[in-house]
C-alpha cells in the first residue's frame, strides 16, 4: 500500500519590511481637511509609511520574503513557488519574477494574485493546495501593497487609511496539516464600492477603428458600506472556516484580520466573543497596507513572542471586489 506523507501544510518562518518614510496624522492635516483627532477616533490610525521614488513594490516584497526565508533557515534556492498577492504591482505583466531574481529563487514558479485586501488569505489557500497534493513543498507567500501610488491625495474620506508595506510567509509541506479550515467568498454585485479602476479615451488608428488607451484612476470607496459590508460578512466566513475544521471560537487563540479600522476589528472580536487582548493589531503604525496587512501584523506578533508555536490564529481578510476570506491555521 502507499503510504501518503508530507501533505499538510507548516508555518517554518514569516518576515515583513516597509518604506523608511512616515506620514503622521498631524502631517496629513496640511494635506487634506482632517485632523489627529478625527483619524485616531474614526480608524485607530496614527501614522503610515509610505514608499518614495526609487523604491519598488518588488524590492519591499523581496525584503519581507527575505526575512521570512531566513526565519525559516530556507536557502532561497530551495523555494518551489512563489505567489505575490498584490493589487499594486510595479508591472502590470506582474512582479513576482522581479522579486523572484531579487531573492536569487531560481528554481521557483512565481505569479502575482490579485484580490486586494482579501490576497493574502486566498493566496495562502492557493499555496496550501499545491502542497497538499503533493506538487510542491516550499512555498513563499508574500503580501505586499503600495496603495499610495494610486490614492486620490485630494480625497480626504480615502486618503487617510492606506500606507505601504510587505509581508511574508513560508509554508512546507509536513506530515501535520496545520491549516485547520478556510472559507473564500467573493460578491461582484458590490464592485462599486471599493475600486482602483482602468480609465480610457479612445485613440484613432485610422478612419473607421478607434481603441482605446488609458490608466487606472484613483481608488473610490463608499466607506460606510465597505464598513457594514465587514462587520457582516467576516465573523460569517470566519465561523465557516472554524466549522470546517471542527473548532469553534473558544479554540482561537489569535484573531489577526486585514488591518483596516480598529472599529471593525473590535466589531468582529466583539460578535465572536473573543477577548480584546487575543487581537492582535497594528494599524495605529500601519494604517491599512491592503494584502500586506496580515502578514506584517503576524511577522511582529511572532517577533515578539506573543504567537508561539502551537497556537490557533484565525486570519480574516476582506475587501475589493468585492471578496473575503478566512484561513484558520496553527502556528508552526
Ligand atoms: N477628516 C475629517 N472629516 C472627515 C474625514 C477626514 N479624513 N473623512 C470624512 N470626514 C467627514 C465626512 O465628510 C462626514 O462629514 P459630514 O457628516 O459633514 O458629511 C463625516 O466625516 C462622517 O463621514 P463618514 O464617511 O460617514 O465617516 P465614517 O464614520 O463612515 O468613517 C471610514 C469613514 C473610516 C472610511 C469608515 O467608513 C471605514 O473604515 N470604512 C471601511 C473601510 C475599509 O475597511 N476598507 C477595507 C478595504 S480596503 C481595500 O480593499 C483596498
Known sequence: ?????????????????????????TDLSQVVDTSDEWITTRTGIQQRYLAQGGESLSALAAQAGQAALEMAQVDATGVDLIILATST?????????????????SQAVAFDLTAACSGFVFALVTASQFIRTGAYRTVLVIGADMLSRWVDWTDRRTCILFGDG???????????DRLLGFEMRSD????????LAYGSEPQTLMADKTVQQGTF???TMNGKEVYRFAVKRVPEVIEKALFRGGLTAGDIDWLVLHQANQRILDAVADRMGIPSER????????????????????????????IKAGDVIASSGFGAGLTWGAAIFEWG
Open 1 to 25: 500500500m502507499v503510504q501518503q506523507t508530507q501533505l499538510g501544510v507548516s508555518w517554518v518562518g514569516c518576515g515583513s519590511a516597509h518604506p523608511a518614510m512616515v506620514l503622521s496624522n
Open 89 to 105: 504591482p510595479d508591472d502590470l505583466f506582474g512582479s513576482a519574477s522581479q522579486v523572484q531574481a531579487a531573492l536569487g529563487a
Open 166 to 176: 510587505a509581508g511574508a510567509v513560508v509554508l512546507q509541506a509536513s506530515d501535520r
Open 188 to 195: 461582484g454585485t458590490m464592485n462599486d464600492c471599493l475600486t
Open 217 to 219: 484612476q484613483p481608488i
Open 279 to 306: 487581537v492582535i493589531s497594528n494599524m495605529a503604525r500601519y494604517g491599512n497596507t491592503s494584502a500586506a496587512s496580515i502578514p506584517i501584523a503576524l511577522d511582529e506578533a511572532v517577533r515578539s513572542g506573543r
